[in-house]
């Protein structure tokens, strides 16, 4: 694994960044948490692409808060492109 950051999908759209910096704490020290509300998922930055992956291979397609957990390492964001056409 090349990044330290982490998508986190199928969360229960009550889940909070707190509960997730506890649940990923566990496997090292995360930088930050994002929580993308009502869209249920998210994105854990770990410290190091090995505690990230570490925190992936544990955490993957097991039940939080009544969901399972798709863990993958988080894409680069793309730039948006501009839809004004004239």
């Known amino acids: 694994m090349e990044s330290n950051k982490l ?9 909070n ?8 704490s566990q496997y090292g020290t995360v930088n930050d948490v994002r929580v993308i509300e009502r ?3 998210g994105f854990v ?14 955490l993957n397609n097991t039940v939080f808060e009544g969901r399972t957990l798709k ?11 501009d ?3 004239y």
């Not at 863990?71 to 492109?81: T, V």
Request: cysteine-free; glycine content about 4%.
């Open 7 to 15: 998508y986190v999908g199928n969360l229960t759209y009550s889940v």
């Open 17 to 24: 960044k707190e509960q997730l910096k506890e649940l990923f």
């Open 39 to 41: 869209k249920g998922f």
């Open 45 to 58: 930055e770990m410290s190091t692409s090995k505690e990230a992956e570490e925190a992936k291979e544990a």
């Open 71 to 81: 863990i993958d390492e988080a894409r680069p964001q793309r730039p948006r492109s």
């Open 83 to 85: 839809f004004r056409r």
